[in-house]
């Protein structure tokens, strides 16, 4: 059974720091690309960060030099770390394995506000 389970979402002010985890189950961890997408109320999904098997890694424009994403692939987990929080980076954050199927977690809330 396939499982992606985030964790480390909450409430930070603007300027903290948040580093989500998503540990994954099921499938060949190694062999995916994992991604880190978010989802803001009344916008589209978006991709936030991915890294590849070969741990090459790519950004959105709104959080280059902010987030950082690593993989464990030991663990087989996921990491996200976000710095220098903005309010507009308040939503909901998804876990995606992407290869030879696609699969997705349920999400975790990251809430910037004073």
């Known amino acids: 059974q396939v499982q992606l389970v985030e964790s480390g979402g909450g409430l930070v002010q603007p300027g903290g720091s948040l580093r989500l985890s998503c540990a994954a189950s099921?499938?060949?961890?190694?062999?995916?690309?994992m991604s880190w997408y978010r989802q803001a109320p009344g916008k589209e999904r978006e991709l936030v960060a991915a890294?590849?098997?070969?741990?090459?890694?790519n950004y959105a424009d709104s959080v280059k030099g902010r987030f950082t994403i690593s993989r464990d692939n030991a663990k087989n987990t996921v990491y996200l770390q976000m710095n220098s929080l903005k309010p507009e980076d308040t939503a909901v954050y998804y876990c995606?394995?992407?290869?030879?199927?696609?699969?997705w977690g349920r999400g975790t809330q990251v809430t910037v506000s004073s």
């Open positions: 099921g499938f060949t961890f190694s062999s995916y690309t």
């Open positions: 890294i590849t098997s070969v741990r090459r890694t």
């Open positions: 995606s394995a992407n290869g030879v199927f696609r699969y």
